[in-house]
């Protein structure tokens, strides 16, 4: 959640984002994605919620990340500048 709102308050390039553990039972531990839903302040609901209200993309898989990026990229209008490294310093 703070990450967030440091992007929101820091951030001038989009920025996009994925919780693992969506459907994970609360509490349940499973690796990396049980210590998503048991730690924090909340579920991987509210965490996607707090995202977004931040101005973080969130993607709803893995599988779209990358459809995602792009997506966000064009439309803040830098979707050239990304593919032709201009953009990065």
Known sequence: ???AEWVKANMK??????????????GKRMGHAG??????KGTAAE???TL???GIEVAETPAIIGETL?????????YDEC???SAVK
């Open 1 to 3: 959640e703070e990450a």
């Open 13 to 26: 390039k989009p920025v996009i984002g994925f919780i693992g553990g969506q459907t994970a039972p609360e």
């Open 35 to 40: 210590a998503i839903i048991s730690g924090g």
């Open 47 to 49: 965490k996607i919620k």
């Open 52 to 54: 977004r209200a931040n």
């Open 70 to 78: 792009i997506r966000v990229i064009k439309e803040a209008g830098i």
């Open 83 to 85: 593919v032709t490294g």
